[in-house]
């Protein structure tokens, strides 16, 4: 089993573009370039869009989606309007016709979570009708969030969020529906047999790092997709716009780093008071299971006092 990992992993390797070389593919993360991949509005790009959403989807919606159309056609090369974050917002119907809204983001903003939960709401309140016949017919909203970076503190690169009863976890409403990826979880290894979704986790994190495709992607969806990707398909004022949105990206990344390790002490206390609120959260979990003060403070390290105040 170790041998099979280690081959497989040096067979990646192969497909990596090597130091001081350039990829023939762009960074999907970068919105141009992603809206050129999986643009609605152009019947190849159209495919990539729904297999995505299909796939990152799948465990959240009813029916599969078998056409999209944007939402706001107004595009335009620096991303979104200045008030919004998304890439697109989109209006979706599954096989059977039922309409769904969907919002595509790659995201880098501060108040990450609630962002996605304003514009979900937004989603929602445009689809009111004036007039009195309205029945508040409200479609269901799906908020797709790609970040770089961090969100939630464990091992998971996705998280799923819906509107539930908190005493039997079933959904209330499909109302407001939220998928986020985080692509520094994403860890440089894929099989054949991996899901769909590690698959284009994979893709997204590592596309601009490839030469070509390792064999775990020989996948009819991800060779159209590489194709719709590469460089050499950019117009001239295309790639001179995305160099200058890929350069501005790293530069955020680099002045971020470099913030970082010039107030180490800053981030440590971060880092310390979420460390703390993790144990003071699990406290207040074995104080509603029933568990006695006195073993809660000897498995939390919490003094009895600091329980009682939870």
């Not at 465990?59 to 697109?88: C, D, M, W, Y």
């Not at 998280?159 to 499909?174: A, K």
Request: proline letters at 3%; hydrophobic letters at 40%.
């Amino acid at each position: 089993m170790r041998n099979t990992a280690k081959s497989q992993q040096d067979s990646l390797q192969e497909c990596l573009v090597q130091e001081g070389e350039h990829g023939p593919y762009a960074d999907l993360t970068v919105d141009l370039a992603f809206k050129k991949a999986f643009d609605p509005d152009k019947p190849a790009s159209r495919e990539n869009l729904v297999n995505l959403l299909n796939d990152i989807l799948g465990p959240q919606l009813k029916r599969p989606i078998r056409e999209v159309h944007t939402r706001n056609v107004a595009q335009n090369f620096s991303g979104s309007a200045k008030s919004r974050t998304a890439i697109f917002d989109l209006h979706c119907a599954d096989d059977q016709g039922n309409l769904i809204e969907i919002e595509v983001q790659i995201q880098r903003t501060t108040n990450f979570i609630k962002r996605l939960g304003f514009y979900a709401g937004e989603m929602v309140v445009n689809q009111s009708q004036t007039g009195k016949r309205w029945r508040f017919d409200v479609k269901p909203t799906y908020v797709i969030a790609i970040s770089r970076e961090e969100v939630f503190q464990d091992e998971r690169s996705v998280h799923r969020g819906t509107v539930t009863d908190l005493e039997t976890g079933e959904q209330l409403m499909d109302l407001y529906n939220f998928t986020i990826l985080e692509l520094s979880k994403v860890p440089f290894f894929i099989e054949k047999t991996s899901d769909s979704v590690s698959k284009w986790l994979f893709f997204f994190r590592y596309l601009n790092r490839l030469k070509k495709l390792p064999g775990a992607l020989d996948e009819k969806k991800f060779s159209r997709l590489t194709e719709s990707s590469r460089v050499s398909n950019f117009s001239r004022k295309e790639f001179e716009v995305y160099l200058r949105m890929f350069h501005e990206e790293w530069d955020r990344n680099a002045l971020r780093a470099a913030f970082i390790e010039d107030n180490p002490d800053l981030f440590d206390e971060v880092a310390n008071k979420a460390a703390a609120n993790k144990v003071r959260e699990m406290a207040k979990a074995m104080l509603a299971d029933g568990d006695s003060i006195a073993k809660v403070s000897r498995i939390s390290g919490l003094s009895e006092e600091e329980i009682k105040a939870l």
